[in-house]
């Protein structure tokens, strides 16, 4: 099976960057997505495509890949930013996957 | 407005089944993949299922293969998820979500998902 590894958790000051990381074998030949979810909704995707933005996501939200590790980073983070991030990709053996989620803390 | 509205969820026994809808509207229904996730109360979300717009293509979690069916009504723009033999561990919150890309030819959900429903608990209990 295809994993994807998160840290747990992150913490960031307001005002600053937020870097969350995922990792997986081979994952800058798949394609990366980023989700947002706070306690009580539904997930909303925050980056597709490695780096793409969906409509009436803030610019603060930016995606990178490097080789195998896939990161988040929220510039200027904001007390509303406070809420789990989870990575997910495709791979052809196991079709779709999630990372195991990461908290992140505005402190 | 773009919008899923789950419906179906509920308590059901061990060994029991459940049909979960997801209607759909506010886009072509039937140019896009679609896709069944889960979450377990105080987990991480889970994906069970995909299916492709019209072009075919559908996947199965492993956990899911062979007690779950993935189905779709493009007149209806309705998303289904047949759940047979439910196990305790099937217990969460399933969401039905549109892949962001239109589909075209044999799907593939690649992209990632931009538009998710609110939800229906499923509780497996006796």
């Known amino acids: 099976s295809y994993d994807l590894t998160q840290p747990p958790s992150v913490s960031v000051s307001p005002g600053q960057t937020a870097t969350v990381t995922c990792s997986g074998d081979?994952?800058?030949?798949?394609?990366t997505c980023w989700y947002q979810q706070k306690p009580g909704q539904s997930p909303v995707l925050v980056i597709y495509q490695d780096y793409k933005r969906p409509s009436g996501i803030p610019e603060r939200f930016s995606g990178s890949i490097s080789g195998n590790t896939a990161t988040l980073t929220i510039s200027g983070t904001q007390a509303i930013d406070e809420a789990d991030y989870y990575c997910?990709?495709?791979?052809?053996?196991?079709?779709?996957?999630f990372g195991g989620g990461t908290k992140v803390t505005v402190l | 407005e773009v919008q899923l509205v789950e419906s179906g969820g509920g308590l059901v026994q061990p060994g029991g089944s459940l049909r979960l809808s997801c209607a759909a509207s506010?886009?072509?229904?039937?140019?896009?993949?679609m896709t069944w996730v889960r979450q377990a109360p105080g987990k991480g979300l889970q994906w069970v299922s995909s299916?492709?717009?019209?072009?075919?293509?559908?996947y199965y979690a492993a956990s899911v293969m062979g007690r779950f069916t993935i189905s779709r009504d493009n007149l209806k723009n309705t998303l289904y998820l047949e759940m047979n033999s439910l196990r305790a561990e099937d217990t969460a919150i399933y969401y039905c979500a549109k892949d962001v890309r239109r589909s075209t030819g044999y799907y593939q959900p690649r992209s990632g998902f931009d538009i998710w429903g609110q939800g229906t608990m499923v509780a497996v209990s006796s």
């Open positions: 299916t492709g717009g019209s072009g075919g293509g559908t």
């Open positions: 997910q990709a495709w791979d052809s053996s196991t079709a779709v996957v």
């Open positions: 081979g994952l800058g030949d798949k394609y």
């Open positions: 506010g886009f072509p229904f039937s140019a896009y993949g």
